[in-house]
């Protein structure tokens, strides 16, 4: 694999002094030292249960580290959330504890001050007994089975077009949903091994994470398990020329908070609506075999990931990494909330209620109710503050499948590291294999 090439430019703006009516030599221009030293964090263990006392260990190597100052921000649950100010020893070393007596996680960042050298650790606290912040809906599923109702009734109208493959031995194919016109239309990349036989494959929904609007075509992952009938599907919906929106600009950007009080108006409400048209398409595609439907996403791919599950017990396996879009309502109770951390935005400080109502009926951790009988795989990092890892635990505790698995990497931020993907793709191909 080659390594990726980094461009830096270094723009330096020289204001000349001006003596005598004559222009004098700039005057030099100090430059910033770099920093030289490297920090890292442990924390004691990676789990512990509440009460206990964990202690973090703080390790500065380089030229500077006697007596040098550092900032250490503790997050998770409210209690404990502070900043403490360290200073080193002779040899480059600090220390300090955190106590929580909450379930969830302990979070600990240290910096060098006026830098952006740091080093987290993260410890789990009591897992199995982080519950949900809010109580589902009432309403909950009547509210996706209207919805759901919908799109059983709408004919399977979708439009293909093909697309060029490298591997000669697939097919491939982009996939419009019409779903009420631009800015609602799924928009998806459709693989399989040419000559598939009628009921042959079994089928793989690939949702993507937030960012994401053009999802190529994904060739070695259609093989997997010895062939799949794989879609790929944007969480962006398709534009008015058969492409598919940008996530990070023009129409569709912010998408993550619009009507964030209006559960009719919120983005979500389409994005998951066009997370189970996509399963419907893939369950009325003649080579899907009829009995194997996988979902795997990772981040907002996560969340959708869940969602489908819950909306669809046709799913067979739900593979979730780091999910996000779960527990809304854990900041509201003192604790973490994951991504689109709806408690930072204006209409949340406005009328609280308001929004907390109308996202529960788009959090992971309300759809992971409806996950019964799935094979279920969840991920999550300690250091994770993108989705922190209470939220990932609020959603796996609530799942009431007896097939699930959750994987934890302590040292993990909110990227699912090599080892983990290749676990969770296998896990597929033995359940391609033996249904299990």
């Known amino acids: 694999m080659k390594k990726p090439l980094f461009a830096f430019t270094l723009c330096a703006v020289l204001l000349p002094a001006l003596a005598s009516g004559k222009a004098d030599a700039a005057p030099k ?52 959330r502070a900043t403490r100010k360290l200073v080193t020893d002779e040899n480059g070393c600090a220390a ?12 600990a960042a240290v910096r060098i001050p006026k830098t952006k050298t740091f080093s987290a650790a993260g410890v789990a606290i009591d897992k199995e007994k982080v519950t949900p912040a809010l109580p589902c809906p009432a309403d909950f599923n009547d509210f996706w089975n209207k919805i759901k109702s919908g799109l059983d009734a709408r004919q399977m109208d979708a439009v293909l077009s093909v697309e060029p493959v490298r591997d000669k031995s697939l097919k491939a194919f982009k996939v419009i949903f019409p779903m009420g016109g631009d800015g609602k239309d799924g928009y998806a990349k459709l693989s399989y091994p040419a000559g598939a036989k009628a009921k ?25 398990g010895g ?17 598919v929106y940008n996530a990070k600009t023009g129409r569709m950007k ?26 419907q398409y893939l369950k ?18 996560g969340g959708q990931a869940l969602a489908a599950g819950g909306l669809d017990p046709q799913i067979t396996m739900v593979i979730a990494h780091v999910p996000a879009i779960c527990h809304h309502g854990g900041r509201a109770r003192g604790s973490d909330s994951g991504w689109p951390h709806y408690y930072k935005i204006p209409a949340y400080k406005k009328d609280q209620k308001a929004v907390l109502d109308a996202t529960s009926y788009f959090d992971g951790v309300n759809f992971a109710r409806n996950i019964k009988t799935q094979r279920v795989m969840l991920t999550t990092g300690f250091i ?23 994987i934890c990497t302590p040292s993990a931020n909110h990227r ?7 676990l969770a793709l296998k896990a597929v191909a033995d359940h391609i294999k033996t249904g299990k």
């Open 254 to 279: 912010g998408y993550r908070y619009w009507n964030a009080d209006d559960r009719e108006k919120i983005a979500f409400k389409d994005m998951f609506s066009r997370v189970y048209r996509a399963l």
């Open 227 to 243: 062939g799949m009938l794989l879609l790929s599907l944007s969480p962006m919906p398709a534009d008015a020329k058969g492409g």
């Open 284 to 301: 009325s595609r003649p080579e899907w075999d009829g009995k194997t439907l996988i979902v795997y996403g990772v981040s907002q791919g």
């Open 96 to 107: 300090f504890e955190v106590t929580s007596v909450h379930p969830g996680t302990v979070y």
């Open 416 to 422: 699912v590291p090599i080892h983990v993907h290749e």
């Open 384 to 406: 994770d503050r993108t989705c922190p890892s209470e939220s990932v635990f609020a959603a796996f505790n609530t799942i009431p499948s007896a097939n699930k698995k959750l």
């Open 200 to 224: 042959s494959l079994p089928a793989f929904l690939l949702v993507h994470g937030a960012g994401t609007g053009f999802v190529p075509v994904k060739e070695e992952w259609t093989k997997v």
């Open 29 to 80: 221009v100090k430059e910033r030292q770099p920093v030289t030293e490297k920090i890292s964090v442990k924390a004691d263990r990676t789990e512990a249960k509440c009460g206990e006392k964990i202690t973090f260990t703080v390790k500065l190597t380089g030229k500077n580290i006697t007596k040098r100052p550092l900032l250490a921000a503790i997050e998770g649950n409210a209690k404990i």
